[in-house]
Nanobody
Framework: QPLLVESGGGLVRPGGSLRISCVAS????????VGWFRQVPEKEREGIAC????????AYADSVKGRFTISRDNGKKTVYLQMNSLQVEDTAIYYC?????????????????WGQGTQVNVSS
């Protein structure tokens, strides 16, 4: 059974940085694309970054482009999201999810297995 577990969330001041992780287990995650998403109460889940299985191709939402970087270490079955220049508007629960094929899509409906999320709070 595929399992994705996010970690690394927390409280950070505006302008600060944080790296969150998504660890996969129970399947050959190195063959799957992975996306990062975020959600705040009463809003739809927003796709913000994705990466292909080999780590060679990435895509970003305009809201995070230039500030966030997605990467992966298949030996550790881990996908990272480095978040720099964080803003109050980045406060959300962050989720990772996988997809069998990389298309560059940030649409949550294109992804299959999901983690439980990690809370990121940006506040002074």
């Amino acid at each position: 059974q595929p399992l994705l577990v996010e970690s690394g969330g927390g409280l950070v001041r505006p302008g600060g940085s944080l790296r969150i992780s998504c660890v996969a287990s129970g399947y050959a995650s190195e063959h799957y694309a992975v996306g990062w998403f975020r959600q705040v109460p009463e809003k739809e889940r927003e796709g913000i970054a994705c990466i292909d299985s080999g780590g060679d191709n990435t895509a970003y939402a305009d809201s995070v482009k230039g500030r966030f970087t997605i990467s992966r270490d298949n030996g550790k079955k881990t996908v990272y999201l480095q978040m720099n220049s964080l803003q109050v508007e980045d406060t959300a629960i962050y989720y990772c999810a996988d997809a069998l094929w990389y298309t560059g899509s940030l649409d949550p409906s294109d992804y299959e297995s999901w983690g439980q999320g990690t809370q990121v709070n940006v506040s002074s």
